[in-house]
């Protein structure tokens, strides 16, 4: 038996990455699966690998005509909703504010908001009337960088902290009848992509030498794959199991909340 036996999820920016790997254990875990997806190429490998187990969309998160023609073709295909989680996501670069180009900046503050935060907001408030009516919840993907600094430039970072805000809120504004709850990943070999405004449209890991190691810093001295941050999403969209908890931001990390001031882990 699955955890999420008989559930419909949607899951915005799942054909890449994180969002992938949790649509992937949805599956695995009995759910019914929709997804928003911005990149057709995407949208297109979704559909050849998973079939009939997923019902894909293409649109983009930051428009909520979009949101809305999802969340109406998943209760069309599956009859209801029960779980919306979000992955859509960009990167500043980690560049520091002193080398950020000025003339750039306001471009790339929208540009990255609107994919980062904006698209969250759209998306719950497209999937409302159906979670309200299922009494279902959502799940909102943070970052490191939502808790702590040189996760990602100021951009980035801000973004993160912006959507723990979301969590907060709307985790009260919907008690009792929708939970609301975050996942917030470590470092991970994703294609996440940088902000087209600073001409960092390539995938960043993709840059990055094979022999970083990601999870140096963390107490585990772990890097994390997108299946293992899958669990947490599967944890908190079963309502049975996570019935209590509403409001919380589960990390994913390798405990960055516990790393030492002298080496990362005590047995380092
Ligand atoms: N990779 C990491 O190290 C890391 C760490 C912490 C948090 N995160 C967060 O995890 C989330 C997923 O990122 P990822 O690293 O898996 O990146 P990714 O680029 O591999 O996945 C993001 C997916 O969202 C899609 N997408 C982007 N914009 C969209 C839009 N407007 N509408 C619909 N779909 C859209 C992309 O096409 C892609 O399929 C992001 O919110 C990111 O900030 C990533």
């Keep these: 038996m699955g955890w999420l036996d008989g559930k419909v999820a949607l899951i915005t920016g799942g054909g890449s990455g994180i969002g992938r790997g949790t649509v992937g254990a949805f599956v695995n875990e009995g759910a019914r699966v929709a997804v928003l997806e911005f990149s057709p190429a995407k ?14 969309v293409e649109g983009d998160a930051t428009l909520l005509a979009d949101n809305e023609r999802a969340v109406e073709e998943t209760v069309g295909a ?18 520091p504010l002193l080398n950020m180009p000025g003339d750039k900046l306001s471009d790339a503050f929208d540009e990255l908001f609107a994919v980062n935060v904006k698209s969250d907001v759209l998306s719950a408030k497209a999937a409302l009337p159906h979670l309200l009516e299922s009494g279902g919840n959502i799940i909102f993907t943070v970052s490191n960088a939502g808790f702590y600094p040189d996760g990602g430039g100021c951009l980035y970072t801000a973004s993160k902290f912006a959507v723990r805000g979301l969590v907060t809120q709307l985790a009260y504004e919907l008690a009792p009848k929708v939970r609301v709850n975050g996942v917030s990943p470590g470092g991970t070999r994703t294609e996440i992509r940088g902000v087209r405004s600073f001409g960092l449209d390539e995938p960043i890991y993709a840059r990055m030498p094979p022999d970083v190691r990601l999870g140096q810093s963390n107490p585990l001295q772990l890097e994390g794959k997108p299946e293992d941050h899958a669990w ?28 030492g001031m002298r080496k990362p882990g005590g047995l380092l």
């Design 43 to 56: 949208a297109a490998g979704l559909r050849s690998e998973l079939g009939a187990a997923v019902h894909v």
């Design 78 to 95: 599956f009859g209801k909703l029960d779980a919306l989680i979000t992955f859509p996501g960009i990167f500043d670069g980690q560049i």
């Design 232 to 259: 947490a999403y599967v944890y908190l969209a079963s309502n049975e199991r996570a019935r209590l908890v509403t409001g919380t931001i589960l990390p994913t990390d390798g405990g960055l909340g516990v790393r």
